[in-house]
Each structure stands twice: as C-alpha cells, then as structure tokens.
C-alpha cells in the first residue's frame, strides 16, 4: 500500500512539475488550451494545466536578418551581387505567431525582392553611392509589408554592392585617369597663378620705378623754378642798366662763338640790345680821347 501511495504522489509531482513554465524577462508567452488561444502571458512563474494547455513562447528581443547574397540587374545592365542585413523587433506576439508560418523565411525572400527593384532602377555609379537611400527606402518596404506580422524593422544595413571583376578593374582605371587630370589641372592653375603673380609683380616694380621718376622730376622742375624766380627776383631788385645788359650779352655771345655750330641765330630783339652796345662803344671811345680834341 506504501508503494502505491508513493507512486501516486510521484504521479501528482510529475503532473504539477509540467504545469509550472518559467517565462524569462525578454519573453512573452501564449497559452493555447486544446488548440485555441487563450490568453498572453509576462515573464515569471505561470502555471497551466498539464496535457490540456501548451506554451508558446517568443524572444521580444530585437533580431537580425541575414539576406544572403544574389545576382541584381543594375539600369545600366550591370550585374552586381547583393546582401544586406534586417534587424526587426517583434511588437506583436500573437500576429507573429498565427499570422506568418516561417517569419525569417518570410523576411528574407521579401528583402531579396525588395532589393532587385530597388538596385534595377539605379545605375551602377547611383547604386555604389546610395547607400543610405536604399537602406531607408528598403526599411520603410520591409516595416510596412511585416507590420500584418507583428514586428517593427529598425534598421536594413546593405552589406555588399560588388560589381564583376572587369568592371571594377574600368572603374579604378577611370578613377585614375580622373586623379591624374585633376593633378593636371592643379599643377597648370599654380603655374597659371605664378605667373600672374610674377607679372604683378614686375607691373608694380614698374610703377614703382615711374612715380620715382616722376617725383625726381617734379623736384627738379620745382626746384630749378624756385632758383629761377629767385635769380629773376634779384635781377629786378638789382635794378639792373642797359650798359649791365649789354654786357652780359657779349659775354652771353662769346661763349655761343666758342661753340662748334656753323651757324648762329640771334633773337630779333637783338636789334635793341645793339643799340645798347653801340651806346657803350661810343661811351669808351669818348673816355679814351684826350681832353679838348674833339673827333
């Protein structure tokens, strides 16, 4: 009778030890009873009744989508191969269950196709700097198309955008050649600017030169106008005669006579000026007589 009452309670043990479920704290829980849902539960201890209901439980942690790699069509007719990362979230345990059999299965063909429209509209050169604009445009297809399962996508990360082999090769010798004629240009534009610097240089160092010139000039022409108003002031403040004149006259001709010139050229208010001389001659000669002898 001992054994079988041991038996007994090793039954009920094992009967309650099934009904009693864990539910960790990243989890939510559904109960089923005879295969209908019945209620959702949280983390902690639940208990269920054993053999009549079942616990279905789901990660509410955010999860990562792997798209393996494929073969995209480019605009321009170039094929490149493909993958990206999906990271989503489960907002809804029940539609993520009941709503979709395989949801990663489901993801990953939705993201695949998703992506082949998205590249096939884009050239190649478009395709390898748009990085960001597929990443949103894919993310806001995918959250809209999986919001009937009950998940959110946070993010879509392009992995790979990887053109065949020759046309990477023709895209880096384009690269070079668009390198070097960018140098090109620059080393032409530093001589061009040297150049122009040089020659405003050499323009300034001219003006320089000119207004010293100019300025020597100007001093002088000042300088010579103030010697002669100064020589023109003391003749007229001398009071000069016209014996002084004549004088200086003949003094004035004997220096042009030692000249080298055939010809000389004398001013025609010359006329006066030898009456003057012919006064002064007239005047030695009378100084030169004896007193009393008349000519």
């Known amino acids: 009778m001992f054994v079988g009452f041991a038996i007994v309670l090793f039954v009920i043990f094992i009967f309650a030890a099934t009904g009693v479920k864990i539910v960790r704290p990243w989890e939510k829980a559904l109960i089923e009873r005879l295969g209908k849902y ?19 439980k789901v990660d509410m942690r955010e999860q990562v989508v792997d798209v393996p790699p494929q073969a995209v069509i480019t605009k321009d007719n170039v094929a490149v191969a493909v993958d990206a990362v999906v990271y989503y ?11 979709v059999a395989n949801f990663y299965l489901a993801a990953t063909k939705l993201a695949q196709t998703n992506l082949r429209n998205l590249i096939g509209d884009l050239a190649l050169d478009e395709s390898l700097t748009s990085r960001e604009v597929i990443n949103t445009k894919l993310r806001q297809i995918l959250d809209d198309a999986t919001d009937k399962w009950g998940t959110r996508v946070t993010r879509v990360e392009l992995q790979r955008i990887e053109p065949p082999k020759d046309v990477t090769e023709a895209m880096h010798r384009q690269m070079k050649a668009e390198r070097d ?17 040089k020659a405003e240089g050499e323009a300034e160092a001219i003006k320089k030169v000119a207004d010293a010139e100019k300025y020597q000039k100007i001093t002088i022409a000042f300088g010579e ?31 042009i006579a030692n000249g080298q010139a055939s010809k000389v050229f004398l001013p025609i208010e010359s006329s006066g000026i030898l009456g003057s001389i012919a006064g002064i001659g007239e005047l ?10 008349q000519g």
């Open 38 to 56: 019945q209620r959702m539960v949280g983390s902690g201890l639940t208990i269920i009744v054993p053999f009549m209901e079942r616990m279905i």
């Open 225 to 255: 106008a103030d010697a002669i108003k100064t020589v023109y002031g003391a003749i007229h403040e001398g009071n000069p005669s016209n014996d002084l004149i004549a004088i200086k006259y003949l003094e004035a001709l004997g220096r």
């Open 181 to 197: 004629r960018r140098a090109m240009i620059l080393e032409a534009e530093g001589h061009k600017q040297s150049a122009i610097l």
């Open 89 to 99: 979230e489960v907002t809804d345990p029940v539609k993520v269950t009941y709503n």
């Open 284 to 293: 030695f000669s009378k100084e030169g007589r004896p007193e009393g002898k």
